[in-house]
Nanobody, 125 residues
Framework: QVQLVESGGGLVQAGGSLRLSCAASGRTFSRYALAWFRQAPGKEREFVAGLSWIDSTDYADSVKGRFTISGDNARNTVYLQMNSLKPEDTAVYYC???????????????????WGQGTQVTVSS
C-alpha cells in the first residue's frame, strides 16, 4: 500500500475553483492508477475522476468539463482542478491508488487498495 496525503479542500462560493492535491509518501505513483472519489453525507462514496498509469483519464458525467485530473512529471503528486463548482459538489474528497496496469482507471472503490484521509470541500450557494 501507498500512504496518501490530500490537501487543498476548503469553502468556496458556487462558480469558484479549488485545486486538490494528493501526495504519495516516500514513493512515486509509477504503475499506479490514481483516482479521486467523493462522499457526501448520507451518500455512498462515488467516483469523480481517474488517471491510469499511462495517463488516460476518465470522469464522472457530473464533473466532465469542469474538473481535470493530472499528475506532476515526477508522478508523486496527483491533482484535481475543480472549476465552476456547484453546491452539489460538496463532499469529502478522497484520493485513491491502485497498483495495476489497467488502460482505463478503475471506477469502483474496491479496486483501490490505498486511500487518503479525505479533505472537505464545501460549496456555498
Amino acid at each position: 500500500q501507498v500512504q496518501l496525503v490530500e490537501s487543498g479542500g476548503g469553502l468556496v462560493q458556487a462558480g469558484g475553483s479549488l485545486r486538490l492535491s494528493c501526495a504519495a509518501s516516500g514513493r512515486t505513483f509509477s504503475r499506479y492508477a490514481l483516482a479521486w472519489f467523493r462522499q457526501a453525507p448520507g451518500k455512498e462514496r462515488e467516483f469523480v475522476a481517474g488517471l491510469s498509469w499511462i495517463d488516460s483519464t476518465d470522469y464522472a458525467d457530473s464533473v466532465k468539463g469542469r474538473f481535470t485530473i493530472s499528475g506532476d512529471n515526477a508522478r508523486n503528486t496527483v491533482y484535481l482542478q475543480m472549476n465552476s463548482l456547484k453546491p452539489e459538489d460538496t463532499a469529502v474528497y478522497y484520493c485513491a491508488a491502485e497498483h495495476g496496469l489497467n488502460i482505463r482507471p478503475p471506477r469502483r472503490t474496491y479496486e483501490y487498495e490505498s486511500w487518503g484521509q479525505g479533505t472537505q470541500v464545501t460549496v456555498s450557494s
